[in-house]
């Protein structure tokens, strides 16, 4: 069965501060791999996802993730974070018929 | 607007109450979902529904039972609730194709809030 790891439960930065939120996971199957966000209040959007090809996923909002497949994770970064980017984010892999998330990072941006 | 749906978003019912939460999607999409989000637990998959069928059950209790009429529509019926079913119960759609078994992102809808008292 498969399963995701996010060990980083809440994570605290100030603006311009440079972000990398983990995610291990484990499948036996082809891998396919997203992070969702989702903003106070809001529902879960998709911010990027890994299906195959360039490692290197760029998302919406400047975000970005790094398949490295020898490690089974799938990193979540950004250079420079904003109040704005004050969020929970969720890392989930496929599984035969729908995704299972990991628990989550809440991440807080202080201005 | 993203094109996932779900009213109510708010429900307070007592544990000998009858209720139904809906889940309409507009995408076009043809595989919908009930997840349900608690506080400090990872999202837990309730139900799939692949082509109106039901292809799914994650060892849900039988208090909670799915509908899904059409591939736009999605019901999740409650009885007899417990107080630990309080949660938020989102509701997620995505394009699944016959020959593929992996799904593509899905698009979630707001949730609702859901209080058993």
């Known amino acids: 069965a498969q399963s995701v790891s996010q060990h980083n439960h809440h994570v605290i930065l100030s603006e311009a501060a440079s972000l990398e939120l983990g995610c291990n996971y484990s499948y036996g199957g082809t891998v396919n791999l997203f992070w969702y966000v989702q903003y106070p209040g809001q529902h879960l959007q998709l911010l990027l996802k890994?299906?195959?090809?360039?490692?290197l996923v760029k998302g919406i909002k400047g975000f970005e993730a790094e398949f490295i497949k020898s490690k089974f994770s799938f990193n979540l970064r950004k250079p420079s974070v904003q109040w704005s980017d004050t969020a929970e984010y969720f890392c989930a892999v496929n599984g035969r018929r729908a995704l299972t998330f990991g628990s989550g990072t809440r991440l807080q941006v202080q201005p | 607007e993203t094109g996932v749906t779900q009213t109510p978003r708010h429900l307070v019912m007592g544990m000998t109450n009858k209720k139904s939460l809906k889940c309409e999607q507009h995408l076009g999409h043809n595989a919908m979902y009930w997840y349900k989000q608690s506080a400090k637990k990872p999202l837990e998959l309730m139900f799939v529904?692949?082509?109106?069928?039901?292809?799914e059950n994650n060892s849900v209790p039988s208090r909670f039972s799915p509908e899904c009429p059409n591939s736009s529509h999605l019901f999740l019926h409650l009885h007899t609730l417990q107080p630990e079913d309080s949660a938020l119960y989102l509701c997620?759609?995505?394009?699944?194709?016959?020959?593929?078994?992996?799904?593509?992102?899905?698009?979630f809808g707001p949730g609702t809030r859901l209080t058993v008292t």
């Open positions: 890994y299906f195959s090809g360039d490692p």
């Open positions: 529904y692949n082509f109106k069928e039901q292809t």
């Open positions: 997620a759609s995505s394009f699944l194709s016959p020959s593929s078994g992996s799904p593509p992102g899905q698009y």
